[in-house]
């Protein structure tokens, strides 16, 4: 909550108890760090010489459950949590696995990997512009993908129905600067920000190669992508215009990969292996989902004392939204 305490005990495996408070002012605070104390409490009250490794990790685990179960931690924190133990305890587990070292090849070779786009940019990406815009040369005048490389992970294998599914995480922050010089006016874009999770289906599993009847990729939820516009694009930053600009990208991406759309590829011949095309393009609902909007309370006045409220829901690539109730909160 935004104010106030909360104070929960954490039992242990095989008896203690470890007990936090957290106090919360008028502004919220990030209660990671105090969560994160009463995680490193338990596993301090399992010491290695009494408990093997894995019990150890399930005293760290059962505090780490309660303190979600009890929201004193956000989701997203979490699953940071969880990365942070398993990092902490080697061995199987059900955690999600990290990519720290596919992460730091990454940020290696980013620099390469940014010297060549410019090229390309130069080379390939503005001849064909300008060949497809007929307004005169257009010509890379900066391009830059920032210091910071795109970051894999977390990820998460389990098994499915008929196969297999793999959940990545995937962020990128990064201070790209790409401008395009062109006879009427400048154009480019800067500080991209993308972050989703990716979920790869591997099915159906064959007993012959390539074993992996086809994969399907997509995003469960539409991937948060945030940009912006630089030179002549700058008007396209105005109230209205930006969030049609925004709006047009999402639907894009919601159209190509977010379910139910995916895309999917086959990597077994359809005859005599057993795959069914049409079903790994389409494959069949899990069931239908039935959402009514019962009422809504104590919302926030945003015009005058009064407000002109409505719901939006997302499920996936489809949004549905209610329609407007004038002045009411």
């Given at each position: 909550?935004?104010g106030?305490?909360?104070?929960?005990?954490?039992?242990?495996?095989?008896g203690?108890?470890?007990?936090?408070?957290?106090t919360v002012?008028?502004?919220?605070?990030?209660?990671?760090?105090?969560?994160?104390?009463?995680?490193?409490?338990?596993?301090?009250?399992?010491?290695?010489a009494?408990?093997?490794?894995a019990?150890?990790?399930?005293?760290?685990?059962?505090?780490?459950?309660?303190a979600?179960?009890?929201d004193?931690?956000?989701?997203k924190?979490?699953?940071?949590?969880?990365?942070?133990?398993?990092?902490?305890?080697?061995?199987?587990?059900?955690?999600?696995?990290?990519?720290?070292?596919?992460?730091?090849?990454?940020?290696?070779?980013?620099?390469?990997?940014?010297?060549?786009?410019?090229?390309?940019m130069?080379?390939?990406?503005?001849?064909?512009?300008?060949e497809?815009?007929?307004?005169?040369?257009?010509s890379?005048?900066?391009?830059?993908?920032?210091?910071?490389?795109?970051?894999v992970?977390?990820?998460?294998?389990?098994?499915?129905?008929g196969?297999?599914?793999?959940?990545?995480?995937?962020?990128?922050?990064?201070?790209?600067?790409?401008?395009?010089?062109?006879?009427?006016?400048?154009?480019?874009?800067?500080?991209v920000?993308?972050?989703?999770?990716?979920?790869?289906?591997?099915?159906?599993?064959?007993?012959?190669?390539?074993?992996?009847?086809?994969?399907e990729?997509?995003?469960?939820?539409?991937?948060?992508?945030?940009?912006?516009?630089?030179?002549?694009?700058?008007?396209?930053?105005?109230?209205?215009?930006?969030?049609?600009?925004?709006?047009?990208?999402?639907?894009?991406?919601?159209?190509?990969?977010?379910l139910?759309?995916?895309?999917?590829?086959?990597?077994?011949?359809?005859?005599?292996?057993?795959?069914?095309?049409?079903?790994?393009?389409?494959?069949?609902?899990?069931?239908?989902?039935?959402?009514?909007?019962?009422?809504?309370?104590?919302?926030?006045a945003?015009?005058?004392?009064?407000?002109?409220?409505?719901?939006?829901?997302?499920v996936?690539?489809?949004?549905?939204?209610s329609?407007?109730?004038?002045?009411?909160?």
């Amino acid at each position: 909550p935004a104010g106030g305490e909360k104070e929960g005990w954490f039992k242990l495996n095989k008896g203690g108890e470890v007990q936090i408070k957290v106090t919360v002012g008028s502004f919220q605070q990030d209660t990671l760090a105090v969560v994160e104390a009463a995680v490193e409490a338990a596993v301090e009250a399992a010491p290695a010489a009494k408990r093997s490794q894995a019990e150890r990790l399930a005293a760290a685990l059962e505090a780490l459950k309660r303190a979600k179960d009890v929201d004193a931690i956000s989701g997203k924190d979490f699953d940071l949590l969880l990365r942070k133990l398993h990092g902490e305890f080697i061995g199987p587990s059900p955690l999600p696995e990290t990519m720290q070292w596919l992460n730091a090849l990454m940020q290696a070779l980013w620099p390469h990997i940014s010297t060549f786009t410019k090229k390309h940019m130069a080379d390939v990406i503005a001849p064909m512009i300008t060949e497809a815009a007929g307004v005169g040369k257009i010509s890379v005048k900066r391009c830059s993908l920032g210091e910071n490389a795109p970051q894999v992970g977390p990820i998460k294998c389990s098994a499915c129905d008929g196969g297999l599914e793999v959940h990545i995480g995937l962020t990128y922050y990064s201070a790209v600067d790409i401008l395009f010089d062109a006879p009427v006016a400048q154009v480019g874009v800067k500080n991209v920000k993308f972050v989703g999770t990716l979920s790869v289906f591997l099915r159906p599993l064959l007993d012959d190669i390539p074993v992996v009847g086809g994969v399907e990729v997509c995003f469960a939820n539409p991937p948060t992508v945030d940009f912006d516009l630089l030179g002549i694009g700058n008007i396209a930053d105005m109230p209205g215009i930006a969030g049609k600009i925004r709006d047009t990208i999402d639907s894009s991406i919601a159209a190509a990969c977010v379910l139910p759309n995916r895309i999917a590829v086959p990597l077994a011949p359809a005859s005599g292996a057993g795959v069914d095309l049409a079903r790994l393009r389409t494959p069949d609902p899990l069931g239908v989902l039935k959402i009514t909007v019962v009422s809504a309370s104590d919302l926030e006045a945003a015009d005058r004392n009064t407000s002109d409220p409505y719901v939006r829901i997302r499920v996936g690539a489809t949004t549905w939204k209610s329609s407007v109730v004038k002045k009411t909160l």
